[in-house]
């Protein structure tokens, strides 16, 4: 199997078709006997730049397969709506939802429905309930288009009503639905009957989509995303990006070649969505960072740095790295080297441009490339299908690939001037939205790191605490803060009580019921500002306050905030009249971290089930506060 | 990339074979779009971007119509591409 897997990644040209071939049927032999394996084999094929027969193919596998795998439990159900026929495009976006460990179940209207499928209240939209809506129109469905006697004024008022009819559609779906919606821009056609002026003049119809896509990025609430086709169709280029041919005949919406990273780009969207999105790019050094081995050639004989073409691939690279570390990847670098010498590269080369307070671990040694990159996981507190590994060794990726399927690795081309596009075109750390909070991760991270030194250096736990000076501030979810609240709940599996993903557009609706109280709490201490770190959100019920969700980043552990999460919510809970608190722990893959954790703060168990979750109770008669290092300062307003 | 070797027919055979995923499919010139199991509007659109991808060829798009209309059978399919395949040089 393996031997067929490299023939056909390797393959080109005729060759290829080919080798899929004998690799599909032995993969079809496979998922006979053993569907998982098989299963594993799938999604390490799918890569975002497929040919379409290949995807096609893979495709057509996947839905037999799926058969055989039985129900998976469908942690999404997608809708999507197009104005163009999105059957492939579907098939090709769950599959490589499949490939990214995100199941979903699709459903998809006729083409051109867009609009009555969400006006319609008893659409089959609405009886199917989606948790994502992804709104598929392209340039051809633009409801308006200048002519190029409007006036400017009049041009600026179609850009208004266009953007306002989608933003209609958006909340019309979100109050019924409470969904995540996805929405295409447009992609300008490559013809120009401007010309050079189709920017320039105010009716240009390349400027008027252009002020569109902009707009409604500008219009997009936090519960859309805007999923950018223009950008897939600029990086394609727009002379190849359609083919007229098969959107007339059957109404596809760009040439074949190009619906794999169309499906690709809208997957990583879902999947970040769902928390599927990795959080850290680990790095190997030798021939991945700089040109040579250090250890052999010293910091004068690696090629990195002006002078030297590959030298200047590498310092792109590097750069490309670092821009990833400021929009809040974490870093890690996984090296067989000496520490020493490693670290020497980092401290010394004038031509580094990474540098070691970016890199939050740093593991240089002679283990196995897979026990370190678990050692990674497990010091930054984050699963191992977080990890992204970049390295140019093949041997080294294969191992890493065999030994922890879970990592995702790139391939790499053997000339670093590629590196950057092999490893960006995945989209790995793909996001709903970014905010403030992603722009500052990597300072948090490097913060963190030093308060484990003063950590080392405090004999006592308690006067270390009290030394982190720990102020936090308690506000309600807000506006400002949702994308925030909705990206913690999508991404926290470690402390998360019950691992719900309400969307942004359910926790607003939380927020302006009364009947609920939400609390996000902020941490500042003496080496930094942590951001808003932990979400409660809870309903009252006969005098009793059930929380629904608690959940927290696991950059804050061990630092008392749970006790003076508590401490606040016991306070806001009497003010509300209520007599106790309930806590229900739903476990799950990664949240043994709080199974004690009710328990531990003076939960009395009310009851379990055989699957392991278990229902909690405080009365408040007897509660008294909880100790804890952390000072109260008040909210913004 | 040069000219693919190899006889058309039996090339083209391969490419049905893997897009109707039926190893049984032998080409006969007399054979329409309704004798071969799942020959669909999908299937279709299918089949044509295999035989252009791997002829280097390209159909017209009345000529991507025509394929499936009166008339029309795997002879006349073969031809076609015949054509275009000596067309390319």
């Not at chain 1, 080798?19 to 390490?44: Q, W």
């Not at chain 1, 608190?581 to 949240?591: D, F, L, Q, S, V």
Request: hydrophobic share 45%; aromatic share 8%; glycine share 6%.
């Amino acid at each position: 199997m393996l031997d067929a897997v490299s023939a056909f990644v390797s393959a080109t040209g005729a060759d290829r078709q080919k080798a899929l071939r004998e690799l599909l049927l032995l993969l079809k032999r496979m998922a006979a006997s053993n569907p998982v394996e098989a299963a594993g084999v799938l999604r390490g094929l799918l890569v975002p730049d497929l040919d379409y027969s290949t995807v096609e193919a893979l495709s057509r596998f996947y839905r037999s397969l799926s058969k055989r795998l039985g129900p998976q439990a469908a942690t999404k159900k997608l809708a999507i709506l197009g104005s163009f026929t999105t059957h492939q495009l579907a098939s090709f976006i769950e599959l490589y939802l499949f490939a990214m460990g995100l199941p979903v179940e699709v459903y998809e209207a006729d083409y051109g429905l867009i609009q009555q499928e969400i006006l319609d209240p008893s659409s089959g939209l609405y009886a199917f309930r989606p948790d994502i809506l992804f709104l598929a129109p392209n340039r051809r469905s633009l409801g308006r288009r200048p002519a190029n006697s409007d006036s400017p004024v009049r041009v600026d008022e179609l850009v208004a009503e266009e953007v306002a009819a989608w933003s209609s559609l958006w909340h019309t779906a979100h109050d019924r639905l409470d969904c995540q919606i996805i929405q295409n821009n447009f992609d300008p056609p490559p013809s120009r009957s401007l010309s050079n002026h189709e920017m320039r003049h105010h009716a240009g119809l390349a400027r008027f989509i252009a002020r569109v896509n902009l707009a409604l990025q500008d219009a997009a609430p936090p519960f859309v995303t805007i999923h950018d086709v223009d950008h897939l169709s600029a990086a394609a280029g727009r002379w190849t990006w359609g083919d007229d041919r098969f959107y007339f005949h059957a109404k596809m919406p760009c040439a074949p070649e190009f619906l794999a990273a169309y499906a690709h780009s809208v997957a990583s969207i879902v999947a970040a969505a769902g928390g599927k999105a990795k959080k850290c790019l680990v790095l190997d050094l030798d021939n991945t960072l700089w040109g040579g081995v250090i250890g052999d050639d010293g910091i004068g004989g690696i090629r990195l740095g002006q002078g030297d073409a590959e030298g200047e691939a590498f310092v792109a690279m590097q750069h490309y790295v670092k821009d990833l570390a400021n929009r809040g990847v974490i870093l890690a670098v996984c090296s067989k080297n000496t520490d020493s010498i490693a670290r020497e590269a980092f401290e010394r080369h004038p031509e580094m441009v990474l540098k070691l307070e970016d890199i939050a671990c740093f593991v240089a040694n002679w283990d196995d490339k897979a026990t370190n990159l678990r050692r990674i996981a497990r010091q930054l507190e984050i699963g191992v299908d977080s990890l992204v590994f970049v390295d140019d060794n093949p041997v080294e990726r294969a191992l890493v690939r065999r030994l922890l399927p879970e990592v995702s690795v790139p391939e790499l081309p053997e000339d670093p001037a590629g590196y950057i596009l092999a490893l960006d075109r995945h989209a790995y750390f793909q996001t709903i939205s970014i905010g403030s909070e992603d722009l500052q991760r990597g300072a948090m991270y490097q913060a963190n790191a030093r308060r484990q030194q003063a950590e080392l250096s405090c004999g006592n736990i308690d006067d270390f605490l009290k030394s982190l000076a720990m102020k936090a501030r308690v506000e309600p979810v807000t506006r400002e803060n949702i994308e925030r609240v909705a990206q913690l709940i999508s991404r926290s599996n470690q402390f998360n009580l019950t691992t719900r993903r309400h969307s942004a557009a359910t926790v607003m609706k939380m927020a302006e019921d009364p009947a609920w109280l939400t609390m996000t709490i902020s941490l500042a201490d003496g080496f930094g500002d942590n951001g808003l770190i932990s979400v409660l959100l809870a309903k009252v019920e006969a005098k009793e306050l059930i929380i629904d969700t608690w959940l927290m980043s696991c950059r804050v552990l061990k630092r008392g905030v749970e006790a003076f999460v508590l401490n606040c919510l016991c306070r806001s809970a009497r003010m509300r009249g209520c007599t106790a608190i309930r806590g229900e722990y739903i476990p799950t893959a990664k949240n043994a971290l709080v199974n004690e954790h009710y328990p531990n703060l003076g939960f009395e168990r009310v009851s379990g089930d055989p699957g392991g979750q278990t229902w909690w109770r405080l009365s408040l008669a007897g509660a008294a506060d909880l100790p804890n290092f952390i000072q109260e300062i008040p909210s913004h307003d | 990339m040069t000219n693919p070797t190899g006889d058309i027919r039996d090339q083209m055979q391969t490419l049905f074979r893997n897009v109707f995923v039926d190893d049984e499919i032998v080409l006969r010139d007399e054979m329409t779009a309704a004798d071969v199991d799942g020959w669909d509007s999908l299937a279709h659109i299918n089949l044509i971007i295999a035989v252009e991808k791997h002829f280097q060829i390209k159909f017209a798009t009345a000529e991507i119509s025509g394929l499936k209309s009166e008339g029309q059978n795997i002879g006349t399919f073969l031809a076609l591409v015949q054509k275009k395949v000596s067309a390319r040089k």
